[in-house]
């Protein structure tokens, strides 16, 4: 059962749902100006609602005349929510243009005013950002979030971006194979991420993964090759034998990971050798090797690193996340 503000739409055509939605390659109509593509859906549903076309409507002015008032009322409300919504989008100035006239940008907005023009009761967006620019993406982002706080609307969001997710959402619906893997905000499907899908998919760079065998006890044991962590301070989720767990995943994500003088004193910490640097400005991403595992981390600032140079990192175990053999978090 579909329902959109309590109303049963399961078996409702698509036009009567009250949907909008704005699509990935915008779905502009090319012969027309941005003003008549803002307008369409809503002269349709008028003309639809008084009918007969350009005659029939020059007959109602001598006939209907009341009616026909009416049609010229609404006709003229259109325009002010046209104006209105492109006032908001900053497209108020292409109003009379053709889409081919406008940018990447520019053409998404023209999508966006749209279907806010429209006022529906839900909006769904299939990945309207994912034709753009990552500055153009960002700013847009900007504007959604802020559409989406004034209009008070349910905005259903389709992206491949984690990005766009973790900004954008309050509630986020991971989904593998056509299934919901994990639906939360985005702080728990950060910090407690169901399976090792969701928290590979989280997260950028990605959760680092080290795969070993878990040992209970007072204080769990992780081991892995020439590896021992100490589990201490980690909540498991569920209750463990005496036996040892094969095939467990220990995840931790690359920016809890301390480097230098602060792993001194962490939980566990370890020489390596640094593989790649990434200066990013005003962090650094550095992938290093831990004997045979390649181990990401972020540095907060700019560090003079280069291959092959050996550093010290650490972290806490008990901000991590493990997984037994079947993905599932423990």
């Known amino acids: 059962m579909v329902r959109i503000g309590g109303r049963d739409v399961t078996h409702v055509a698509p036009k009567d749902r009250d949907i909008a939605m704005v699509f990935q390659n915008y779905a502009l109509y090319p012969h027309m100006s941005v ?3 803002l307008s369409f859906g809503l002269t349709l549903r008028l003309n639809r609602l008084f ?16 009616r026909a008032s009416e049609f010229v009322r609404q006709r003229a409300e259109i325009g002010n929510k046209v104006r209105r919504t492109a006032l908001r989008l900053g497209i108020e100035h292409l109003l009379d243009r053709k889409p081919h006239q406008l940018s990447g940008g520019e053409r998404q907005r023209v999508a966006l005013g749209r279907a806010i023009v429209r006022n529906p009761a839900a909006f769904l967006f299939d990945e309207p950002l994912s034709n753009l620019d990552a500055k153009l993406r960002q700013q847009l982002r900007v504007e959604l979030k802020r559409l989406h706080r004034d209009l008070k609307a349910t905005m259903i969001y389709v992206t491949h971006d984690q990005i766009e997710a973790m900004t954008l959402a309050d509630r986020i619906a991971i989904m593998r194979g056509g299934l919901i ?7 728990n499907i950060y910090n407690n991420p169901v399976n090792k899908y969701v928290a590979g998919f989280i997260g950028s760079p990605a959760m680092n993964f080290i795969e070993g065998t878990l040992t209970p006890g007072d204080v769990p044991m992780f081991t892995s090759g020439d590896l021992n962590i100490s589990m201490k301070g980690y909540e498991l989720t569920q209750t463990l034998g005496s036996a040892p767990l094969e095939g467990v995943t220990l995840g931790i994500r690359p920016e809890h990971v301390l480097f230098g003088d ?7 910490s370890r020489e390596v050798v640094v593989e790649v640097v990434e200066p990013m400005g005003a962090d650094t991403l550095v992938w290093a090797m831990i004997g045979e595992l390649s181990f990401r981390f972020r540095v907060e600032g700019q560090l003079q690193l280069r291959s092959g140079d050996k550093v010290t990192i650490g972290f806490d175990p008990s901000r991590g996340s493990m997984f037994d053999a079947e993905e599932r978090r423990i």
């Open 35 to 37: 003003y008549k593509n």
């Open 51 to 66: 009918g007969g076309g350009v005659l029939g409507r020059g007959l109602r002015k001598i006939f209907q005349p009341r």
């Open 181 to 187: 893997q994990q639906l939360d905000t985005p702080f």
């Open 262 to 268: 602060a792993a001194a004193g962490a939980p566990f």
